[in-house]
């Protein structure tokens, strides 16, 4: 059986940031269940959902709200699943707040918080497949692959540069 892991956003208007997260996960062959939930408009779900994520059989569980971000601090209250926090740029701050709401969470109650934005979205991907990669010996195949293709993209860049730079 593949691993999968649940993807919870807090609107449906943060899925363009997302997809790129679901993108990576499928490069990576994760399952992903996506929903939108949301900790200030329906906690009630965002709790079911943490609570019942493990023995759902979820590896992990990626969180992404904008503003003041507590959804991914809202999942992992109510888990031990490992939670990964997305801080979506969506507000006049630009995900300065979601970054220090989903970051800034008390000692007791770990989130691993990626970067704001698309990037954070990619990154919250591969982390996922690197704490399933833990404990499975075809995802760290997969993630090494990942590597070497962006060791050899930079080093064409690198080539190309040095071809124009030279010419000069
Ligand atoms: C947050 O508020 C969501 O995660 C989203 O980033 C933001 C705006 O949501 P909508 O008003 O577009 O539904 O909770």
């Known amino acids: 059986m593949s691993a999968k892991v649940l993807v919870v956003m807090g609107s449906d208007s943060d ?15 994760i399952e992903a269940e996506v929903r939108v ?11 079911q959902l943490s609570t019942t994520a493990a023995d759902e059989g979820y590896s992990a569980i990626i969180a992404a709200a904008g503003h003041a971000a ?6 992992a209250a109510s888990t031990t699943l490992p939670v990964i926090g997305i801080p979506i740029d969506s507000s006049a701050l630009d995900g300065l707040d979601a970054l ?8 007791g109650v770990p989130v691993a918080t990626v970067a704001i934005g698309k990037p954070g979205a990619t990154n919250a991907a591969i982390l996922a497949a690197q704490i399933i990669g833990a404990a ?3 995802m760290r195949a997969r993630l090494e692959d990942h590597k070497a293709t962006m060791a050899s993209k930079v080093a064409q ?10 010419g000069r």
Do not use: N
């Not at 899925?15 to 062959?29: A, G, I, P, R």
């Open 70 to 75: 507590h959804l991914a601090g809202v999942m």
């Open 37 to 47: 939930c949301s900790a200030h408009r329906t906690p009630e779900v965002a709790h």
């Open 136 to 138: 499975d010996a075809g």
């Open 15 to 29: 899925w363009s940031v997302m997809e790129s997260c679901v993108d990576q996960l499928q490069k990576f062959e």
């Open 100 to 107: 220090l709401a989903t970051v800034q969470m008390p000692p």
């Open 157 to 166: 860049k690198d080539d190309a540069l040095r071809g124009k730079v030279s």
